[in-house]
DNA sequence: CATTTGCTTCATAACATTGTGAAGATTCAA
DNA sequence: TTGAATCTTCACAATGTTATGAAGCAAATG
């Protein structure tokens, strides 16, 4: 075997992993990302994905580090298995990505937080870091919301493609 | 003067900056951003960004560029005036950010695409694609929507602070 | 307990990004 | 048209980031 085995997933994977790259993942988890979606196993270990992606085992260490940090990936140790296999958390991929995004939301909240404390509230500056921050508080309980909103959407589209009544959603 | 006038404000810039740069934003538009949001004025040259940052007229320009095309800033020429000002879209800030998002995730959802037709629907890696491209589009659709939660949400915690009933939401 | 396998850490070299001063362009005023 | 003010572009130096090979550790096997 020579690397990734087809043109057409490598230049997917290219693609897939810059859109990630352009909104703060750093680009070699990014790739590692791109590549357990696009890819057809559900299941990888560390060597596979160098071999995948035709990067050192070293580059992949670092990058899977940072995934399972985020929560873009697991880890886990089959038992009598010497190395490591990383997969995405769950069949739903919305989840995980979602999960992924509350603690950079937090982290976002903490800082604005912290600004607000340094300039003070009373300011027209303050003011609009409050502002800020409100509206920070809001997406980030507005993201626990989300998973029915996405059923929904879901039941929606299901519906218009078999040409069936949509499945009425809790409020 | 010279520079940054409160120490305070050099430090909340810098903090809730590097909350942006997490996200995905550029150092130097970040902390243009943060520094217009932060400090109590609500129009500046780019002279006076330059000054306020204590960096080059040359970085300004390439950070407001950034912020204009992203539509987080708005350049204006006054007329009669030689230099343009910028300044945040609207009094309201959560809707730009929010305008500002949407072309994030259209480039986001044309990526995904184009790595679909890259490797297949057929496959399960482009199943877990398509199931990916199908949670993007709904979260385009779902941002539609959110000014009205977050016009709820506000009233909600505006009625809790001040002990009234919220207003009620049409659905 | 030695060996093999597989990941991680580390120093480093290639590469990319950032911010600068200097020069060029554009706009208004006179 | 000249001059002054202000922004933009450019080449470059400083700084960061990335990915690598090599060496080091840890876990499983015999």
Chains 1, 2 share one sequence.
Do not use: C
């Not at 958390?89 to 340094?118: C, E, H, Q, S, Y």
């Amino acid at each position: 075997m020579h690397g990734m085995s087809s043109d057409s997933l490598f230049r997917a994977v290219e693609r897939f992993g810059q859109a990630l790259e352009g909104s703060g993942m750093p680009r070699m988890p990014a790739r590692v990302f791109a590549y357990v979606l696009a890819e057809d196993s559900d299941r990888y270990t560390a060597a596979q994905l160098a071999e995948g992606l035709q990067v050192s085992p070293a580059a992949i260490s670092g990058a899977v580090r940072y995934l399972v940090d985020t929560g873009l990936l697991i880890k886990e140790r089959a038992p009598g298995r010497r190395g490591d296999i990383f997969r995405v958390l769950d069949g739903d991929i919305w989840a995980t990505i979602t999960t992924a995004r509350k603690p950079m939301i937090d982290n976002f909240i903490a800082a604005v937080d912290d600004a607000i404390a340094l300039v003070g509230e009373e300011t027209p500056g303050g003011q609009r870091l409050v502002e800020t921050a409100d509206f920070l508080r809001f997406t980030r309980a507005d993201l626990d919301d989300l998973p029915r909103r996405w059923a929904s959407y879901r039941s929606e589209v299901r519906a218009r493609k078999v040409g069936v009544a949509p499945v009425r959603t809790p409020r």
